[in-house]
Every structure is written in C-alpha cells, then in structure tokens.
C-alpha cells in the first residue's frame, strides 16, 4: 500500500502562561486521507483525531495535568463492498518539564500515562465482525518553544517514544503490545501564548 499523504496535521490551539500558578490549555488536531487504486484494487482511507491537554503549573519548570484523545479512522475497499472502521478514545494524565534556554527558546518533554479502549469494525459482503479492546500507554515527547512575539510562541517535536498494549474481546481479537520510536519520522507543529 502507498504511503499515507498527508493533508493536514496542525496543532489547533494552545494557551501556556509560563510562571507557577498558572493554567496550560492546548491540543491537536490531524486528518489523513488518501485514494489508491490498482488495476483490481481500490482503497479510500480518512482518519481524524483530537488531542487535547488541560494542565496546571505548579512549580517554575513543571505542570501536571490531564489530556485526552478521540479518533476515528476509516478503509472502504473495492467501492464500499468492503470496509473496515476503527473507533478510539484515550484519557490519562501528563507531567511537563520545561526548561528556558533564554528569552526566545525552551525546551520541554511531555511524559503521558493512561487508558484507552479501541472498536473494531470490518464489514465484507457475507460477513461483519466487531472487536473491541482496552489498554493503556506511556509516552515521553521532547519538544521546542520558539517564542515569537509577546509571549506568543510555536512548539515542535520530531516524535518521542512511546509503549501501548491492547487487550481484545471475543474471538476475533488478539492482545497486542507495540513500542514505538519514530525520532525524526514524526513531525508537529503547535501555538501558543503566553499570558
């Protein structure tokens, strides 16, 4: 299958306030489509997902707080006589370290530990199936804080390492467990402002 194009990945929103006592909003949002076809195959696939944080800064260089994620994703295969859906919803709690490097540049790691549970859906003509499964990650991901102007800044990562299991329901699933290291293979970009 050819690589997933990339329409649009972009960190929607984030509110920081860089002095203890205050309030870190922000999150992500990234859609992906992509149309592929061969002389007896043609595959659609769109994925979106939302990840938002919530933290509070309660020491110069750290906030805790909750983030959670919601995302879908979607394969129709051969003009809809075959399709498989996937549904997934996260929540957990991270712990930020940043650190100034001087007026204009920070530097910060994200480590995040949670829940989250995954539906399964694969339909063909004779045959529908549905599989539902619950695990949990953790994940650690350094990034970059340019401000640019009055507080207002850019944030960019270029990946992290990551640990996830799934256990699944029923006879169709299997457990999984995948660890995951993608420095340089994953790119974001977020806003923020300082207040």
């Known amino acids: 299958m050819k690589k997933m194009l990339l329409i649009l990945a972009l960190s929607v929103f984030g509110f920081a306030n860089a002095q203890k006592g205050s309030v870190l909003v922000m999150g992500s949002l990234e859609f992906n489509s992509q149309n592929a076809s061969s002389s007896d195959l043609e595959i659609k696939s769109n994925s979106f997902l939302f990840w938002p944080k919530v933290g509070y800064q309660f020491h110069e260089n750290?906030?805790?707080?909750?983030?959670?994620?919601v995302g879908t994703s979607k394969q129709e295969f051969n003009n809809n006589n075959n399709e498989s859906k996937s549904n997934v919803f996260s929540i957990g709690g991270f712990l930020r370290y940043s650190k100034p490097l001087n007026q204009t540049f920070s530097a910060y790691a994200d480590l995040g530990l949670g829940f989250h549970n995954q539906k399964n859906t694969t339909r063909n003509?004779?045959?529908?199936?549905v599989n539902k499964g619950d695990g949990f990650y953790i994940g650690v991901t350094p990034a970059i804080f340019i401000n640019v102007h009055k507080g207002f800044g850019l944030n960019f990562n270029i990946g992290g390492i990551g640990y996830n299991t799934f256990n699944y329901?029923?006879?169709?699933?299997?457990?999984s467990k995948s660890f995951n290291f993608n420095?340089?293979?994953?790119?974001?970009?977020g806003i923020s402002k300082n207040f």
């Open 125 to 129: 003509e004779t045959l529908s199936t």
């Open 62 to 69: 750290w906030t805790a707080g909750i983030e959670g994620g």
């Open 169 to 175: 329901e029923g006879d169709y699933g299997s457990d």
């Open 183 to 189: 420095f340089g293979k994953a790119f974001s970009v």
